[in-house]
T-cell receptor
Framework: DTEVTQTPKHLVMGMTNKKSLKCEQH?????MYWYKQKAKKPPELMFV???????INESVPSRFSPECPNSSLLNLHLHALQPEDSALYLC????????????FGEGSWLTVV | GEDVEQSLFLSVREGDSSVINCTYT??????LYWYKQEPGAGLQLLTYIFSNMDMKQDQRLTVLLNKKDKHLSLRIADTQTGDSAIYFCAETSTRGGYNKLIFGAGTRLAVHP
């Protein structure tokens, strides 16, 4: 089983809303990632969690707030987003954060209105 | 620096072989990946190759790695309409012990009858 599950699949939110994206994996992986993918572009790394600790923040604005409640779950809390934040948000996981195969979820399509 | 380049578009006839090429810059990449993205979907890990290998074959897929030239290719034998998608080449860039995938811009494969 190489499944990373993301919810919701689609989300429309206003610029004043607070919402969260959720990601779950049961592969025993200890590294989890958030990537952002704009239309017709490749994914770009946002955050890396290793053993439930934030290891990399790629200078992401504070209106995106990641959280790793346990080794299987990864959340991305969204607040005061802008329309340009509309994108596909991809969660991924790997056995650990150094050089292992990375598996992606199906993504959450976010539209900010 | 980190850079992955691939051609943007490839059109093939159904039943022919497809070859998607990629060049990368980080010679320390431990793994090199091919991901497939169908419209409206997330990234599906197609195959990967460890940096000390020259070739990997998996059913219809053949990956060739030329480390000297930093060139990676994906060959799809007997290409089918279901293979139509965007194919992303990715290298791993390890920073401070943590993994970061650097993606190419993606090659859109169109399969026609």
């Amino acid at each position: 089983d190489t499944e990373v599950t993301q919810t919701p699949k689609h989300l429309v939110m206003g610029m004043t809303n607070k919402k969260s994206l959720k990601c779950e994996q049961h592969m025993g992986h200890r590294a989890m990632y958030w990537y952002k993918q704009k239309a017709k572009k490749p994914p770009e790394l946002m955050f890396v969690y290793s053993y439930e600790k934030l290891s990399i923040n790629e200078s992401v604005p504070s209106r995106f707030s990641p959280e790793c409640p346990n080794s299987s779950l990864l959340n991305l809390h969204l607040h005061a987003l802008q329309p340009e934040d509309s994108a596909l948000y991809l969660c991924a996981s790997s056995q650990d954060a150094s050089g292992n195969t990375i598996y992606f979820g199906e993504g959450s399509w976010l539209t900010v209105v | 620096g980190e850079d992955v380049e691939q051609s943007l578009f490839l059109s093939v006839r159904e039943g022919d072989s497809s070859v998607i090429n990629c060049t990368y810059t980080d010679s320390s990449s431990t793994y090199l990946y091919w991901y497939k993205q169908e419209p409206g979907a997330g990234l599906q890990l197609l195959t990967y190759i460890f940096s000390n290998m020259d070739m990997k074959q998996d059913q219809r897929l053949t990956v060739l790695l030329n480390k000297k030239d930093k060139h990676l290719s994906l060959r799809i034998a007997d290409t089918q309409t279901g293979d139509s998608a965007i194919y992303f080449c990715a290298e791993t860039s390890t920073r401070g012990g943590y993994n970061k995938l650097i993606f190419g811009a993606g090659t859109r494969l169109a399969v026609h009858p």
